[in-house]
T-cell receptor, first 118, second 111 residues
Framework: GEEVAQTPKHLVRGEGQKAKLYCAPI?????VFWYQQVLKNEFKFLIS????????ETGMPKERFSAKCLPNSPCSLEIQATKLEDSAVYFC????????????????FGPGTRLTVL | SQELEQSPQSLIVQEGKNLTINCTSS?????LYWYKQKYGEGLIFLMM?????EEKSHEKITAKLDEKKQQSSLHITASQPSHAGIYLC???????????FGQGTRLTINP
């Protein structure tokens, strides 16, 4: 598609429950990124993929967070045993993967999934 | 401490007035991106600056990146109600394509 699609728009989970978020990148884009936005517009990078391979996972809390980008399927971000502090808006972005080097590739963002953990 | 400092955090201007938002880093930026976020929505890409001294314009919005590639400004001329929202600067600081963001500037346009 022409836009990054994210589902669901809103997700409510009780503490300890699992949450799974989905992202369909723009068709033809090679890179997918996940960011977490908490209060006061604080964005935190979580993980990025180059096609189906993990590119950078330095931002992922590995104990409970996992992510996948499988061929012919939407990418997913899964949180096992959610905690109250996981409440945030989770944004997915995709980029074409230009060969121009760092800083040349524009990331296009989806509308986000608002996760509320009660 | 924030890797990207954005100022001001909040701005209220009269419709028709000009305004400027600044974004500063202590590190060299590989790419500087300006996004706009409407309340409760996703980020809309505005412009990307890569080269020192670069300047880009789109409609009434102009963005510049200084020669040292450590500071950028976003200037809106003759502001309109449609310009209201949160403006975010994002940058690839480490060259690894993951973006860091400023705190955002909440722009309100009064009629």
């Amino acid at each position: 598609g022409e836009e990054v699609a994210q589902t669901p728009k809103h997700l409510v989970r009780g503490e300890g429950q699992k949450a799974k978020l989905y992202c369909a990148p723009i068709k033809g884009h090679s890179y997918v990124f996940w960011y977490q936005q908490v209060l006061k517009n604080e964005f935190k990078f979580l993980i990025s993929f180059q096609n189906e391979n993990v590119f950078d996972e330095t931002g992922m809390p590995k104990e409970r967070f996992s992510a996948k980008c499988l061929p012919n399927s939407p990418c997913s971000l899964e949180i096992q045993a959610t905690k109250l502090e996981d409440s945030a808006v989770y944004f997915c972005a995709s980029s074409p993967g230009l060969a121009g080097g760092p800083g040349t590739d524009t990331q296009y963002f989806g509308p986000g999934t608002r996760l509320t953990v009660l | 401490s924030q890797e990207l400092e954005q100022s001001p955090q909040s701005l209220i201007v009269q419709e028709g007035k000009n305004l400027t938002i600044n974004c500063t880093s202590s590190k060299t930026l590989y790419g500087l991106y300006w996004y706009k976020q409407k309340y409760g929505e996703g980020l809309i890409f505005l412009m990307m600056l890569q080269k020192g001294g670069e300047e880009k314009s789109h409609e009434k919005i102009t963005a510049k990146l200084d020669e040292k590639k450590q500071q950028s400004s976003l200037h809106i001329t003759a502001s309109q109600p449609s310009h209201a929202g949160i403006y975010l600067c994002g940058a690839d600081i480490g060259g690894a394509q993951k973006l860091v963001f400023g705190q955002g500037t909440r722009l309100t346009i009064n009629p």
